[in-house]
């Protein structure tokens, strides 16, 4: 059997209704007993709050890569429990599961800086963990996704380091992104969305970057906050994953982070799922984990 053979709960989605519900309870408890989790570790302080991060330890594995996971909710919600994932440590992965503000906490780019700020604290924690330092990759879904592409492809820009916590003498370089349907091009999502995306997009844009996308002001905060303008010769190996029919996120959107990885010179490959949805399911089962695994175990 697979080690992803059986899918966990998604809330919220319904593909695999009453299965997923059984499944779930079905979880092995040997499964439960293979990891270890440190909770609420505080990787960063704001003037506001702590910042937190979960981090989960395959058993029996030594110096295992690093995930760290960044959730979506249009950047206005959402929160470190919201990780869909942790099957992945099964495969011999450490994950971090990671807290950053949302748009509603600060505007653009604290939310990079936050996480590129977990990604210091949590290399220069590698030691007393057990994973290994030198590869790390970020994944994110929906807005997760967009933050992971720019985390990665912002490598050494000083710009998007912040000044947050007690690593800043170590780098937040990435050695590999997994995008699950994330916005790359904030200056054209807009033009390629359907009413429905708009609706979603337009105003979650406009919390995150606290002006409408279109105000002149704020172009060059737009082309920043874009990872398919980002990206350089040195940008880390990229997977893409999004659904054919998305409403939310275009996957013109993932093209367009495709070519400039492929303009670039960069390793990127893509998974285009025909019949899915912005919320579909599909992501998070068993073939498209084990794709992943099987990408990041082939690039860190």
């Known amino acids: 059997m697979s080690i992803f053979s059986l899918p966990r709960t998604i809330a919220g989605r319904n593909l695999y209704g009453t299965l997923l519900l059984l499944t779930a309870m079905l979880v092995s408890i040997s499964t439960k007993a293979e990891m270890t989790r440190h909770s609420d570790l505080v990787f960063a302080r704001t003037d ?3 910042l937190l991060l979960d981090l989960y330890l395959p058993e029996g594995v030594e110096q295992p890569p690093l995930i760290v996971w960044l959730h979506g909710g249009v950047w206005r919600f959402g929160s470190k429990a919201d990780i869909e994932i942790l099957d992945i440590v099964a495969a011999g992965f450490a994950v971090a599961s990671v807290d950053f503000r949302n748009s509603g906490d600060a505007i653009f780019p604290a939310q990079i800086h936050d996480i590129k700020a977990a990604i210091r604290y949590l290399r220069g924690n590698a030691a007393n963990y057990g994973y290994a ?3 790390i990759a970020v994944w994110g879904y929906s807005s997760g996704g967009h933050l992971a592409a ?3 492809t912002s490598n050494g820009n000083a710009l998007l380091e912040g000044t947050l916590g007690d690593y800043l003498q170590l780098g937040s370089d990435v050695q590999a992104i997994v995008d699950y ?5 904030l200056h054209t999502i807009l033009h390629q969305s359907t009413a429905h995306g708009v609706s979603v997009r337009a105003s979650g844009m406009q919390d995150l970057l606290g002006k409408a996308v279109e105000d002149p ?3 060059d905060m737009v082309t ?7 990206v350089t010769s040195t940008s880390p190996p990229l ?4 659904g054919v029919q998305d409403n939310q996120v275009p996957i013109n959107q993932s093209i367009e982070l495709q070519r400039a990885y492929e303009k670039a010179g960069r390793h990127v490959e893509t998974e285009w799922i025909v019949e899915a949805q912005h919320t579909s399911g599909e992501y998070f089962s068993s073939p498209y984990l084990e794709q992943v695994a099987d990408f990041l175990h082939r690039v860190l």
């Open 217 to 219: 002001l704020i172009q």
């Open 181 to 185: 349907s994330g916005p790359t091009n």
């Open 150 to 152: 720019l985390a990665g």
């Open 224 to 230: 920043l906050a874009s990872p398919a303008l980002q």
């Open 239 to 242: 997977l893409i994953m999004h």
């Open 48 to 50: 506001s709050r702590d």
């Open 133 to 135: 330092a030198t590869k």
